[in-house]
């Protein structure tokens, strides 16, 4: 059976992107075929329909329409789709020269991928979309990786073991690796998309000629020196970028190269226990970045997510970050009006980006323009201060702005197409373009009033029709006059007109029919000429754009310290963790919202040598986890290069951040809950170094009870004896606390509560010494269990705590004899009211003297026998 030849073209073009969906474009639609359509249409909820046949059957086919291409596109990215676009390569007219029957050229023009996309309406504009490529050279692992929409390309060496950690930092969501690699299980665990190359894209000799190429520059040393893996990575990234872009390559930053121990080691457990970027469900809300974000910009705020992912570890960096956040806070006034011009700064990067790669519209141009402005207002402002950021990198491009400013409107359309992108007075041939298409008619009115000067016969008149266009015509009582001026050419004559033209009338009708194409050809060509003036200066713009999103993120901060009462850390290369009055930032806003205070605590854990650990005991419900996961919070803002929510905060440099917190299974790889804490446990215990700072909640609560016991012994004793590190160890084991007085690193530390009548009261303090007990059946009070199961366990425990007292051994004897559990006992009659209410109850507070108030306090405190 024979295919059609659009048919035929299709599966040509299909066979070049297998894995992807093929947006094949026909007029306004993009068509889907086959599996495709039948995919497309599950995925994106819209109708299948079968038209034709190929090969006997019928031809499932749906098509999404082109000027709401991107929606679909984005829907199809994130459930997994890698998606071909296919575009017509020329107009149908030029493909009917070639034959009545001649299909019209499409090519793919681009593969839309996780990790490959520009648009706005694609990308989230306050968090980088970063593609990564790993490759390993002989044992030598690197990780490159790039944000095609900003222009960032960072590489540095990873061995496997940081390739999860890297990742998770990063965000990544999608990775090239090596065919065959067996390291696809760790990308696909943190939810990005794995994409395989051929092994010649990692050669790191080819590579580093790719990228000389790519830099314009005969060598890479200025660079950075990049080891063979290094420049394998970086190799098949650039690669994977220009199949991807169809060999347009966007506008790339040099490649900056993070060397080890410049930042804070935090894995991906860690990451998602402590919510840095994302809250439990999955999106910012909740998260500690939630908490924070005061930014008013696109960059500053992928700046900050940046920032907090990847907290430094280098003290002089951490150092000149918060003296520029203290700048800010004391000039107080010039820092809002910094914040105020900076929310008028656009997105320059990312417009940068659009325009290297041809797909920039008249609003990017606006974004330079605007962006630049920006930086020149902020210059003005910066220039004679003592601000310690390098403020000259906003200006240097008047020549550029000035360019910009003339040429553009005010409000430039979104699209080219639409027309109105160029400033009237900028360009005369355009002005006129522009003045016959929109003004045709006022044009031939004042040139029919020019020959009526000119010949003296009022009645004649300029018309037109499909065949002659437009002509002069008169009556033929005039026609001799209008013949003895050589200006008029003679047309045709009617029974009762003469009709004639001129020169200047068939230019000028040549003009107006060709207006709207002439007015259209000249704005792009414009356009295309200040593209390639912005893309000239797109090193200074980068620049630019760099110290607009660093003012913004610190200001932002600076914003956040004073209106949180935050204060200024101080950091440096001890072991010191030493914390007054410290909150947890994301729980603190959740309470102020509710009207509620929360109760703040110190902590002290610094260690000169050897381990110091804080073990924490006290019932659930009282703060525990709060207070372990705001030091770990403490920890991350303050080496990010924040204040921090306390009185006071010396960190000691903290080289890596553990956390094994809160009960999670894995049931997609077969892991229980208990199974997913020893992994994590493991992790830590394995890894951590003497500058790390641990966080442990609640080890070994998955298991029986002696086993739990056990382990979290022996794992506090590793942490003090072989690893050394700092770490907050919060339990319910009470037996651990005998450690404190054998392990010299170890102090107890209990969070305090108060019973009332058989209830628990949580005063959320965190105290020295130890708790006696958990406190788990007044929670459960709490929580809700009907009263008779409560008043049962209360029973079960007296008898359980008897027959410890008594030397254990008789728990067995004890369940066998223990009455059973038969019927739900009434409920209680309502407690009497205590004497404390009984006398509360006469007092009027507002008729009291400071003197009663005083005595009925003291008064009250007998009555309650304190």
Same mark, same amino acid.
């Given at each position: ?11 040509? &073009? ?18 889907? %075929? ?188 200025? %660079? ?275 009709? %004639? ?141 924040? %204040? ?54 609640? &080890? ?167």
């Amino acid at each position: 059976m024979s295919v059609t030849p659009m048919m035929a073209q299709f599966l040509e &073009i299909k066979a070049e992107a297998p894995d992807a969906l093929l947006f094949y474009r026909m007029g306004d639609f993009y068509e889907l %075929f086959f599996d495709d359509a039948v995919a497309a249409s599950a995925a994106l909820d819209i109708t299948l329909t079968k038209r034709g046949k190929h090969l006997g059957e019928d031809i499932s086919m749906c098509g999404v329409p082109v000027h709401a291409a991107e929606n679909y596109l984005m829907t199809l990215i994130r459930k997994g789709f890698r998606v071909a676009v296919a575009e017509q390569l020329e107009p149908p007219e030029e493909a009917k020269k070639r034959g009545s029957k001649s299909v019209v050229k499409r090519g793919i023009v681009r593969l839309v991928t996780p990790g490959t996309l520009t648009e706005d309406t694609l990308l989230d504009a306050r968090a980088h979309n970063y593609l990564a490529a790993y490759a390993e050279v002989r044992g030598q692992g690197a990780l490159a990786w790039a944000d095609i929409s900003t222009g960032a390309f960072h590489v540095c060496r990873c061995p496997r073991v940081r390739l999860g950690p890297d990742l998770a930092r990063l965000g990544v969501r999608e990775v090239v690796l090596i065919e065959g690699s067996d390291v696809v299980p760790v990308v696909e665990d943190l939810g990005a998309a794995a994409t395989p190359l051929g092994a010649s894209a990692f050669d790191s000799a080819s590579a580093e000629g790719r990228l000389k190429e790519l830099f314009d520059v005969g060598s890479l040393d200025a %660079f950075g020196t990049f080891d063979r893996a290094e420049l394998g990575a970086m190799g098949a990234l650039i690669e994977y970028v220009e199949i991807t872009q169809r060999g347009k390559l966007p506008l790339m930053r040099a490649p900056r190269q993070e060397m080890s121990g410049e930042l804070m080691t935090i894995d991906a457990a860690t990451r998602r226990n402590l919510e840095l970027t994302r809250g439990s469900g999955g999106g910012r809300d909740g998260s500690l970045l939630w908490a924070i974000d005061r930014t008013v910009t696109a960059g500053g705020g992928r700046l900050l997510e940046q920032r907090l992912a990847a907290p430094s570890a280098r003290v002089d960096v951490i150092t000149s970050r918060l003296d520029a956040v203290d700048w800010a806070v004391r000039n107080d006034a010039l820092s809002g009006q910094m914040r105020d011009a900076l929310r008028r700064a656009p997105d320059m990067d990312r417009a940068l980006s659009r325009l290297s790669l041809d797909r920039g519209g008249p609003r990017d141009l606006a974004a330079i323009r605007g962006g630049l402005e920006a930086g020149i207002r902020l210059y003005q402002r910066l220039s004679e201060t003592d601000l310690p950021l390098k403020v000259s990198d906003l200006v240097g491009q008047k020549e550029l702005l000035d360019l910009l400013d003339a040429a553009l409107v005010a409000e430039p359309p979104l699209m080219l197409r639409d027309g109105g992108l160029v400033a009237p007075g900028y360009d005369t041939d355009l002005d006129e373009a522009r003045n016959l298409r929109d003004e045709g008619r006022g044009v031939i009115a004042a040139m029919q009033a020019d020959f009526v000067s000119r010949t003296g016969i009022s009645s004649l008149k300029i018309k037109h029709n499909n065949v002659l266009g437009y002509f002069v015509e008169t009556t033929a009582v005039h026609a001799d006059k209008m013949r003895a001026d050589d200006h008029f050419i003679h047309r045709q004559t009617t029974a009762n007109q003469v009709r %004639f033209t001129t020169v200047d009338l068939s230019e000028l009708e040549t003009r107006i029919l060709n207006a709207r194409a002439r007015a259209q050809s000249r704005e792009e060509a414009i356009f295309t000429a200040l593209r390639g003036a912005i893309l000239v200066a797109s090193d200074a713009i980068f620049a630019a754009a760099r110290i607009l999103a660093e003012l913004d993120l610190t200001t932002a901060l600076a914003d956040l310290a004073r209106g949180e009462n935050w204060c200024k850390p101080r950091v440096d290369n001890s072991r010191a963790f030493e914390v007054t009055a410290g909150r947890h930032p994301v729980v603190e806003r959740a309470l102020k919202r509710d009207g509620a205070p929360f109760v703040a605590n110190d902590t002290a854990l610094t260690a000169k040598t050897g381990a110091a650990i804080r073990l924490l005991t006290g019932p659930n419900m009282a703060g525990k986890s709060t207070w372990l996961r705001q030091n770990a919070l403490i920890a991350v803002l303050a080496q990010m290069g924040s %204040f921090v929510p306390a009185d006071t905060a010396h960190v000691g440099l903290v080289s890596q951040l553990f956390s094994r917190v809160g009960a999670s299974d894995d049931l997609a790889r077969g892991r229980s809950t208990f199974m997913v804490e020893m992994v994590e446990t493991a992790a830590i215990l394995n890894q951590a170094d003497k500058h790390a700072l641990v966080i442990l909640d609640e &080890i070994g609560r998955g298991t029986a009870t002696y086993d739990g016991l056990s382990i979290a012994w022996a794992t506090l004793e590793h942490l003090h004896d072989v690893n050394g590190c700092r770490a907050l160890f919060a339990t319910h084991y009470h037996e651990l606390t005998t450690l404190a007085a054998r392990l010299t690193g170890v102090e107890n530390a209990t969070v305090a509560v108060r019973e009332w009548e058989g209830d628990v009261i949580f005063l959320h303090e965190v105290r020295d010494g130890a708790a006696d007990r958990s406190y788990g059946v007044q929670v459960a009070k709490l929580a809700g269990l009907p009263e008779a199961v409560v008043a049962r366990a209360r029973e079960v425990l007296t008898m359980l705590e008897e027959s410890e007292r008594a030397g254990g051994g008789k728990i067995k004897a004890m369940i066998d004899d223990l009455p059973l559990f038969r019927t739900v006992p009434a409920a209680p009659a309502p407690s009497k009211a205590s004497p404390v209410e009984d006398r509360l109850r006469d007092v009027m507070p507002d008729s009291l003297s400071p003197r009663e108030a005083l005595d009925l306090l003291y008064e009250l405190k007998g009555l309650t026998g304190h």
